[in-house]
């Protein structure tokens, strides 16, 4: 269980993000894409996905599996600048962020051996990873990207009518079963316990076409 405490200030701060955000879509895609649930939503888009991707998807999978720990860097904070802005982002990780989300991914599972040198600072592998995030964007959530878009903005309008009309603690009403508003507490499903103090920063709530089912 994931427990997020707000204080006054936070509730006054949190926001949805007005569009998906790539490299969100890219984790939880490829937790889709690994799995076999949800065939009738994500099945068609499993097989045709499947047919074009390459060999560089590997990468992906070794740092996104299916269930248990992802490494956090992939998701760096959300933002406006789009795919390369955010590509950047991931490979401008400190080493010693890379170290400690490789490390927490090796303690779950074994880790083919390229996964240690980007801790190193390895320019090589970084570009490889790099790539790979677009390629498999490209292939696999390019070409829905703006019915994906056009979703999550639908999604956040409805979500605005809410705390039009009831404020913003009105807002986790809207969210998923996995999800509950224990004033002033959110509770979010999660494999391990963990306490969240927002401590006036507020939340950034992130639209999701993927985000479909506890993993």
Not at 25 to 37: I, K, R
Not at 54 to 74: E, I, K, Q, T
Not at 157 to 165: C, I
């Amino acid at each position: 269980m994931l427990r997020i405490h707000f204080e006054a200030d936070d509730l006054a701060r949190t926001r949805v993000l007005d569009a998906p955000d790539p490299l969100w879509e890219t984790l939880l895609s490829l937790h889709q894409l690994q799995s076999g649930a949800g065939h009738a939503v994500f099945g068609e888009w499993r097989a045709s996905v499947r047919a074009c991707l390459d060999r560089s998807v590997g990468m992906l999978f070794a740092l996104a599996p299916p269930r248990g720990y992802s490494v956090d860097f992939l998701t760096p904070p959300a933002g406006g600048g789009g795919l390369d802005s955010a590509i950047d982002s991931v490979l401008s990780t400190p080493r010693a962020v890379f170290r400690s989300d490789l490390t927490a991914l090796a303690a779950e599972r074994r880790t083919p051996a390229w996964v240690s040198p980007p801790a190193n600072g390895c320019l090589d592998v970084l570009r490889r990873l790099g790539s790979a995030i677009r390629r498999y964007f490209s292939a696999a959530l390019a070409p829905s990207w703006p019915a994906i878009t056009d979703l999550a903005r639908a999604d956040r309008l409805r979500r605005g009518h809410v705390m039009l009309g009831d404020g913003v603690e009105g807002l986790p009403a809207t969210l998923p079963p996995a999800v509950r508003w224990q004033s002033p507490v959110l509770e979010v499903d999660y494999p391990v316990d963990q306490e969240l103090r927002l401590d006036g920063r507020g939340l950034l709530l992130v639209p999701s076409m993927f985000c479909r089912h506890r993993r």
